[in-house]
């Protein structure tokens, strides 16, 4: 247990701390030595290197958090009793395991391509500061340390990007399953109406389960979502500018892998939201749907007082400021369009060509 604390403090210290200063050091004792190519290729990778200390460093203070939204998910699959359910769950569990895997593939495709297009050039490709180390004279050896450092941080970004994508896929798991149960309610001729009334409560009791893992996730969310909207739009305005005027066709590809992934780091999650807020809409036409109208009193407003919780839609918010969706984050990508914009009007890529 004391080994796996140091290791973790060592990681922790060396990712999230001297990885970012290592990148900034470089700036200011070599700045003259970088050409534009190298420039832009270092500081697209160091904006998003401190955007993902940030968000990992949130995601840490999250833990607690996490752990309450497992207490109720656990409350969840316990209603999950027959076949019919469990494969629906097993299901958006190996949808989860996809997410991680393709990520896992896109981000290291990137890592790889990246450091093969520049070391193949005899050109660092992250220009990162390792002291008693010259960058020239021992260029293999700080390349490779510089491979190393950004697989950790890659894996590190890796991490804080999917944990939230998979939550809220396990999320509308159970949104499903609720869904499901709502339009069978009152379906099974011979019961008495205590047991329909148990049964409509037991899905009012799966909603705010429901509810509650996802507020307890509201607030680990609401910060990473948040820094990575600020940094999307400078990120990919920059990647933009890159390959429109400083790029080859080897540095290009892997320029535009790290678009990509800079795309997937809000883009699936953002549209996951957006499915969810219609879930909920089609929560409360199951409930309108099902067969109600010869239920007894006590059923009637037990139904009218669900019916009006469904219809709020869950919303997550990033930072409390932006509504985590689909036209949020379009908005932010209209802001890489916007640097490129003010790039080429003023010619300013010209003057560093």
Known sequence: DLHYKLWSTFVTLLIFILLPISVSVEYIQRFKTFSAGEFL???QIGVNMYGSSFKSYLTMMGYKKRQEAKMSLDELDKRCVCDEERT???RHVALGNFCYIFYHIAYTSFLISNFLSFIMKRIHAWRMYFPYVD????????SIAEVILRGWAVFMDLCTDVCPLISMVIARCHITLLK???RNLRSEPGRTEDEYLKELADCVRDHRLILDYVDALRSVFSGTIFVQFLLIGIVLGLSMINIMFFSTLSTGVAVVLFMSCVSMQTFPFCYLCNMIMDDCQEMADSLFQSDWTSADRRYKSTLVYFLHNLQQPIILTAGGVFPISMQTNLNMVKLA?????IVKQFNLAEKFQ
Request: hydrophobic share 40%; charged share 15%.
């Open 88 to 90: 629906i769950v097993h």
């Open 180 to 182: 499901q149960r709502l």
């Open 41 to 43: 290729s270092s500081i």
């Open 337 to 341: 369009f916007t640097v490129v914009t």
């Open 135 to 142: 960058p020239e004279k021992q260029f293999y050896i700080s």
